[in-house]
């Protein structure tokens, strides 16, 4: 029997995409002085804007409105007038949430079910939090000094949170910003742009530039910008860290992942199989934390997988605008490229690869849900990340070979482990060397919850009180 | 006639014991007229990497303590140090030639400073640690734990100093590589002969004595060393070097500070810049 659903796309109306935007710097869009780039809708290759490019000159005009802001506007207001700019902010976000959802996934590439129910909820809900701070500083321990200018740089993967994670700390802290959206998904940071002027923040407060590596570099590397945040690659992130030694900027990297998602025997299974779709398949495996790296009990292997693969099968791949779809497209062409390279790798080292048999659409950029088993440590698809929907599989036998296992990695963001037994539970996070664990779930996030990684998936955390520390000077500041 | 004196041997202290360089090398120490006190030994790259190997190894087992076993260990080191207060006041005024009234409050300081840090082993979790309430039906906690292997470039006080960089990296579980202070090295081997009599594994804490410019460089850029106190680097060019290098796996850093006053009661900071923060999210139900 058949199981067809029909379409239901979502509807694009509610969008109205300019043909072509500007840098938005002390509170107005301006014209950039670089060179305007295309951006384009992954699933269909469609060209929905142009982009101005922020030069060096436009991103020292982004940083002197900022710190113009800072000095003059923003560290003198008291915290309890900041934060009613920042619940003026989330509420505006809740109220075109849908607006925010369906140009996510038209500039991104993530299913409507995703951006609408994760992304932009977790957003407002961040400004939320964030905006309660303000007033409330002198109780987070980091004391209530703001650092100046905030430098960030974020990524093209969830591209309205990632904004959220960086501006509602830092405007929370007193600090002003210079931001960077990716040059593959700049649409919804310029629409929150739009929404600081809905909210009447003033002007210079926030700063949206858009471009690629250069602009990026030019903010990290400006003289004046006293903070720098960065979301993205672990090499990026060394070059940053690099390039800041020596200077009095503080930096916070939260950067790539390999996490192992650890299966035992006693696990809840039909739990556990969701929880590792969960884990690599929600937002096409173009997420840091992703559970890449299945290590399941050799003893269950066999039917866990059998079970995976007809779970993987039911996924629906397709039209991120459609309701019905679980798996959107990949980003961009080049990433494409990075995950079949690395895919191949992995055929050629000897793993055995298994994928969801669909149709693809023929334009825009796709990859099917994949698993690779037979995969061993010294495999490149065990070892790197390949941010894509790709399921490397191990497997292990005792609680201290899982975590051997789990720990070989240079990276160490976040972890899963999976199994009935309390005290396993418990014993197994005290010794993950991960930043964040999640215990019978997965790809969980909340304002009020710490992020960030050991080792090479970078520094500092962000959410929860922790993250506050990031934008201000200390206790005995 | 008089007795000859017995002149001890300054070697290293690496993994609780007190090899000498393999380098076979070693270089003239002097009091502060410029007369000679000893030859310390001058540690080589391979004394380093030997250095790392023993801190990583004594990691799992340090970290893995209980706080309040870890607390009575680096408690046990100012009891120790206690009762060889006047060795330590000898070698400070030798070393520094400063009056035996200021010899006397630097190592008052570091005993205290010892008393002070060892009590927070089983504080700081409570105080940087978060219950976090999310919105779901989660149990979520966010903890800190050490960073790992962490090298530090001493600064110029031999005694305090010395105890007030490394005491806060110990006692939350941190394994340490120290570089001593390059004029006044000896202190810190004779502090190490009394970690090394103070339930300390061997291993937690290492000390290399040398050339802070040949050292400090093979462990800024060492794969297995996860953070770098760069406190007492005095060379400006050498510390971006250094920073840069550290860059390679993404140690966390600590910016140099060599002048700063250690009689001055320290916050929490040297603690918290090398604990990471694990947050664990556990499902309610039933």
């Known amino acids: ?477 | 006639m008089s007795r000859i004196d017995v002149r001890k041997t300054y070697k290293l202290y690496i993994g609780g014991q007190f090899p000498r360089s393999e380098s076979g090398r070693s270089y003239v120490v002097n009091d502060a007229k410029g007369r000679l006190l000893a030859n310390a030994a001058q540690a080589s790259r391979k004394d380093a990497r030997d250095a790392v190997v023993a801190a990583r190894s004594a990691f799992p087992g340090w970290s893995g303590k209980t706080a309040y076993n870890r607390a009575q260990v680096v408690y046990r080191v100012a009891e120790v140090l206690e009762g060889r207060r006047e060795q330590f006041e000898a070698e400070l005024r030798a070393a520094e030639g400063i009056s035996p009234a200021r010899a006397r409050t630097y190592v008052d300081a570091a005993i205290d400073r010892l008393v002070w840090y060892a009590g927070w082993a089983d504080k700081i979790t409570q105080v940087v640690g978060n219950a976090n309430p999310v919105a779901g039906p989660f149990f979520n906690l966010s903890t800190p734990e050490p960073s790992g292997v962490i090298a530090v470039i001493a600064p110029r006080g031999p005694l305090l100093g010395l105890v007030s960089v490394v005491a806060p990296l110990i006692v939350t579980g941190n394994t340490v590589v120290v570089v001593a202070s390059e004029d006044n090295p000896l202190t810190a081997i004779t502090l190490g002969e009394v970690m090394a009599t103070s339930d300390l594994p061997g291993g937690v804490v290492n000390v290399l004595t040398g050339s802070q410019a040949e050292i400090a460089p093979w462990l800024a850029s060492h794969m297995d060393v996860n953070g770098i106190d760069l406190t007492g680097v005095d060379d400006a060019a050498l510390a971006v070097d250094l920073e840069v290098a550290a860059a390679d796996n993404l140690k966390r850093v600590r910016r140099p500070a060599p002048d700063t006053d250690w009689l001055v009661q320290p916050d929490l900071d040297r603690m918290t810049r090398f604990l990471e923060t694990k947050t664990v999210w556990h499902p309610i139900g039933v």
């Not at chain 1, 060209?47 to 940083?63: G, I, P």
């Not at chain 1, 994760?118 to 964030?130: L, R």
């Not at chain 1, 600090?175 to 919804?188: D, F, G, H, R, W």
């Not at chain 1, 690869?353 to 088993?373: H, M, N, Q, S």
Request: aromatic letters at 8%.
């Open chain 1, 1 to 477: 029997m058949s199981f067809e659903y029909a379409p239901a796309p979502e509807s694009r109306a509610v969008v109205d995409i300019k043909p072509s935007y500007g840098l938005f710097i002390n509170g107005e869009f301006t014209d950039g002085t670089g060179t305007a780039f295309k951006t384009i809708n992954p699933a269909t290759e469609e060209v929905l804007a142009e982009v101005a490019e922020a030069s060096d000159a436009d991103v020292d005009e982004a940083v002197k409105a900022a710190r113009r802001a800072y000095t003059r506007v923003w560290s003198r207001m008291s915290g309890a007038e900041r934060a009613k700019y920042l619940y003026r902010i989330a509420r505006i976000i809740q109220e075109r949430g849908r607006e925010l959802a369906v140009l996510e996934s038209i500039d991104n590439g993530k299913p409507i079910k995703e951006s609408r129910d994760v992304d932009v909820p977790i957003v407002a809900a961040h400004f939320f939090y964030y905006a309660g701070w303000a007033d409330k500083l002198e109780y987070s321990g980091y004391g209530s000094t703001p650092l100046g200018v905030a430098g960030q740089v974020i990524p093209w993967n969830f591209p309205l949170l990632m904004l959220a994670w960086k501006i509602a700390p830092a405007l929370a802290c007193g600090n002003t910003v210079v931001l960077k959206p990716a040059e593959t998904t700049p649409l919804t940071a310029l629409l929150f742009a739009e929404i600081c002027q809905q909210a009447d923040l003033p002007p210079g407060v926030v700063n949206i530039v858009t471009g690629a590596g250069d602009t990026g570099r030019a903010i990290v590397s400006h003289p004046d910008v006293d903070k720098v945040a960065f979301t993205g690659s672990t090499e990026v992130g060394k070059a940053i860290a690099r390039t800041v030694a020596g200077t009095d900027k503080k930096v916070t990297l939260e950067l790539g992942g390999k996490a192992a998602n650890i299966v035992f025997d006693d696990a809840p299974v039909d739990q556990a199989v969701e929880g590792i779709v969960n884990g690599i398949f929600f937002n096409q495996g173009h997420v840091c934390c992703a559970g890449s790296r299945l290590l399941v009990q050799e003893s269950i292997a066999d039917d866990l997988l059998e079970r995976l693969k007809r779970r993987m099968s039911t996924l629906r791949m397709g039209d991120p605008l459609d309701k019905n779809t679980d798996v959107g497209a990949i980003n961009s062409g080049e990433q494409l490229m990075r995950i079949r390279e690395l895919s191949e790798v992995g055929d050629a080292e000897g793993a055995e690869r298994w994928e969801v048999a669909c149709d693809l659409p023929t334009k825009g950029f796709w990859f099917p849900p994949t698993i690779f088993t037979g995969v061993s440590q010294a495999h490149r698809i065990a070892r790197e990340e390949i941010f894509g929907p790709v399921l490397s599989v191990l497997t292990f036998r005792t609680p201290s070979e899982a975590i051997e296992k789990a720990n070989n990695t240079p990276f160490g963001l976040s972890a899963g482990v999976w199994t009935d037994k309390g005290s396993r539970i418990l014993s197994m996070a005290n010794r993950l060397r991960a930043g964040v664990v999640w215990a019978n779930t997965f790809n969980k996030f909340d304002p009020t919850s710490p992020f960030g990684g050991y080792k090479e998936s970078g520094y500092g955390r962000e959410g929860g009180r922790h993250g506050l520390e990031a934008y201000l000077k200390g206790a005995d500041a």
